[in-house]
């Protein structure tokens, strides 16, 4: 019997420079970051994380698991392992139209794709459209996993700020105008209208007519990223860009990731037909065709079980959870904090005042076992660093209270702090309450305005002080 | 061949860096022909290190409990040798303010600082001595926590009104903080290894981290926790071309560095070379990263000492303390 060869002895110096020469430049954006790593510490079981976006798959029935799986076994257990067509099962098709027509979409299946997860999608549009320093425009918060995915084909993605009512078309066709006397034309508008991630605002139906009128006069593509239309907990549903549109400019994002489940990782994108050939290329070259057995499981699922009554059932937990975040959040932050009032989706945003920094302020909370995600990943020039998203969907509601309690109580400290170093002591809740009644007497300026508010940091002062 | 506990993982906020760490001396640990245990570091650390009665313990950890004599404490008591410096050392090394302060009394120039705990603000008013201390150490000040052992929660203050928020985010990671005067300079970093066989310790080659422009083109100014483990964000020389006294006024004042804090087996002592070719030591790690772009590897390598042969020399050096 001869021995394995001996495992070579690793060269540092050789390591490095045998895999950083081979890197491709695209890759030199993808770094890791101080707060991935400080997300590391978040997933241990003593720590309260409101950072994740999980939805809470403890919810589905295991019955109705066992019972479509079964079918599956039973009736199409060849075609379940075999490889599938590129842009979809015809049936797994047929149910993606039905979710749609649920948010008053109406859709042929010839012009959808059926995709590895929503993320998938965001990975092909980018690869379709995007060459290195072409210009992406944004919501600014943006869900930072769209900001990755652009940025890997080395986009220059520009952040539109937005308020109680979403982005800002205005501050949108102002952008517009100024890349298009530099003569730079965008590729495509990307955004999250409905319970928008991290931001939890909602597009107002106004700004939505005005967003699809300006995509038609200047012939703009839209990215319609819809994750949590249907997770609503209160008011009317809202019209979507696609069917203001009707397809023309707006290319929709959809998933079952918070619907049914992430773990299957099922999401699909309608878009105008040259476009779709164009994806499908994309998609045959990444995964030559989504899991034919996710695609089963929520074609059986769809024909045998009610998937409206799961959705109802989610939204009632959500629901409660949110309102339970918003009483502790009124409760145990301080006066100087403000957030976000989402109608639907999984988070809130949370700003804190300017001296804050969310990624120590999180390395703080560590150590009380609380966790929330900073807001700096949301943007790509500085900003956010002093807002905070905050989960409300994957923990039940005695850990939210809690867990809100901890980052209140390290906040107060911080604000008590910072009050003793300047020597301008932070007035109390109580105080404030009555500087703030005094004002509103006054003025008559809306309750509204001043919770939702996302400011604007300007990245600038984040420079000075950091660089 | 001995049964080698490898430490890595913990709750520090290093955790990350750590695991890498373990991973790379676990690897050449078994190159090395030894039986090599893994064990991530949480609640049933005595509970496990009994179960597996290794003959030795390798410390992989970084940052707190791992770096600042804590489990080096609970290793004492159970009566297992371990790689790295012992318990007051690792206290030492760990606490910035302490160490500057025995690096002062020996003579060893650091930057001029001054150092607060939280009680100091709270309770002694020290919020009025801001500005005395801003006149003197000049802006910019770098302000930072004392003992968090990678470059998170350090901040740059360029003025006065910079400082309150500095200060609150370097109290994020510690009790107390300090505020130092800023050296515009090359960052130099000498890794310590033991010279083994009784001989004194080695200076390894100086290495000189140059951070490069971030990808969208906008030059990084300060050194941070990202670019400071990743491939791309800054580029490592070594041996730093310097001046010949240079390098050994580096070498010299890391290994003074690193006997008068107590260091034991390996360690790093991170420098900067001011204008005139002036040096200060900012301060020394007790157990420096053992990543693919750590600092240490890559001077071993220019020493002609090779990765298992750095985790082997290491490793003796726990039965010579």
Not at chain 1, 173 to 198: A, I, S, W
Not at chain 1, 405 to 419: F, P, S, W
Not at chain 2, 150 to 160: D, H, V
Request: with cysteine.
């Amino acid at each position: 019997m001869s021995l394995p060869p001996k495992p070579p002895e690793r060269s540092t110096r050789r390591d490095l420079e045998r895999y950083a020469s081979l890197f491709s430049e695209r890759t030199r954006g993808m770094t890791s970051s101080a707060m991935r790593d400080l997300m590391a510490v978040t997933d241990r079981p003593e720590v309260i994380s409101l950072a994740g976006g999980l939805p809470d798959t403890s919810s589905f029935p295991p019955e109705t698991f066992a019972d479509i799986t079964a079918r599956i076994a039973e009736e199409s257990c060849a075609r379940a392992l075999q490889y599938g067509p590129t842009e979809g099962l015809p049936e797994t098709k047929r149910c993606i139209a039905e979710v749609m027509a649920a948010e008053g979409m109406t859709v042929d299946t010839d012009d959808m794709i059926v995709t590895t997860g929503g993320q998938q999608v965001l990975d092909l549009v980018a690869k379709t459209f995007i060459d290195p320093g072409d210009v992406i425009v944004a919501e600014g918060p943006s869900y930072p996993g769209a900001l990755n995915a652009f940025q890997a084909y080395q986009a220059d993605v520009v952040q539109i700020d937005m308020d109680a009512d979403g982005m800002r078309i205005d501050l949108l066709e102002e952008t517009l105008d100024r890349l298009e006397r530099e003569g730079r034309r965008p590729k495509f508008v990307y955004t999250v209208p409905t319970f928008q991630n991290p931001g939890g605002v909602t597009l107002s139906l106004p700004r939505r007519r005005r967003l699809v009128e300006v995509a038609r006069e200047r012939e703009l593509l839209v990215l319609e990223d819809n994750p949590y239309g249907l997770l609503r907990y209160e008011g009317d549903p809202a019209t979507t860009l696609y069917s203001l549109d009707g397809g023309v400019y707006v290319m929709y994002l959809g998933t079952f990731s918070k619907i049914l489940s992430p773990g299957i990782r099922l999401g699909w994108v309608v878009a105008p037909p040259p476009v779709l050939a164009r994806i499908n290329l994309g998609k045959q070259e990444a995964d030559l065709c989504t899991s034919t057995l996710s695609q089963l499981l929520v074609q059986a699922y769809f024909e045998h079980h009610d998937w409206q009554e799961y959705i109802a059932s989610l939204t009632e937990i959500y629901r409660s959870r949110r309102d339970t975040m918003l009483d502790a959040l009124a409760e145990y932050f301080p006066p100087q904090a403000e957030w976000t009032r989402p109608a639907g989706g999984l988070f809130i945003w949370a700003t804190l005042p300017e001296f804050i920094d969310t990624t120590d302020l999180l390395a703080r909370a560590l150590r009380d076992n609380v966790a929330f995600v900073p807001g700096e990943g949301a943007f790509l020039d500085g900003r956010g660093r002093s807002s905070m998203r905050l989960n409300f969907s994957g923990s039940d509601e005695a850990r939210i209270v809690e867990g809100i309690r901890r980052i209140g109580e390290v906040i107060k400290e911080q604000v008590a702090l910072y009050g003793t170093l300047t020597g301008e002591p932070q007035p109390d809740a109580e105080e404030r309450r009555a500087i703030e009644k005094a004002a509103s007497d006054e003025t008559t300026e809306s309750e509204g305005a001043r919770v939702v508010e996302l400011p604007r940091r300007a990245a600038r002062n984040r420079r000075a002080r950091e660089s | 061949v001995s049964r080698v506990a490898v430490l890595k993982g913990g709750p520090s906020l290093e955790r990350q860096v750590s695991l890498r760490s373990g991973a790379r001396v676990e690897d050449a640990l078994e190159r090395l022909g030894h039986e090599v245990v893994g064990i991530d570091v949480g609640t049933d650390l005595i509970r496990r290190l009994r179960a597996e009665r290794p003959d030795v313990v390798f410390v992989a950890l970084h940052g707190r409990d791992g770096e600042d004599g804590t489990v080096q404490e609970l290793l004492e008591i159970l009566g297992l040798p371990y790689t790295g410096s012992g318990v007051a050392a690792c206290a030492r090394a760990m606490d910035k303010v302490l160490a500057k302060h025995l690096m002062i009394e020996a003579g060893v120039p650091t930057p001029e600082f001054f150092a607060f705990n939280q009680t100091a603000f709270r309770e002694l008013g020290a919020a009025e001595a801001l500005p005395a201390i801003e006149e003197r150490l000049d802006f910019p000040i770098v302000v930072k926590p004392s003992s968090q052992g990678s470059a998170l929660g350090i901040k740059f203050a360029r003025t006065a009104a910079d400082v309150p928020s500095a200060l609150v985010a370097a109290f994020s990671y510690d009790a107390k903080v300090l505020l130092e005067r800023y050296v515009d300079g090359r960052d130099l970093a000498v890794s310590i290894l033991d010279g083994g066989d009784g001989q004194s310790p080695l200076a390894l080659p100086v290495v000189e981290a140059v951070p490069t422009a971030a990808p969208g083109g906008e030059g990084e100014d300060f050194y941070d926790f990202e670019a400071r483990y990743d491939i791309g964000r800054t580029e490592f020389i070594c041996p730093a071309r310097l001046p010949e006294a240079v390098t050994q006024r580096a070498q010299e004042l890391a290994l003074r560095t690193y006997e008068l804090l107590g260091c034991h087996g390996f360690g790093r002592v991170d420098l900067m070379l001011g204008p005139d070719d002036e040096l200060s030591v900012l301060e020394a790690n007790s157990i420096p990263g053992l990543t693919e772009t750590s600092l240490l590897p890559q001077a071993a390598e220019a020493a002609g000492i090779g990765f298992d042969d750095l985790v082997a020399r290491v490793l003796a050096s726990a039965f010579t303390r």
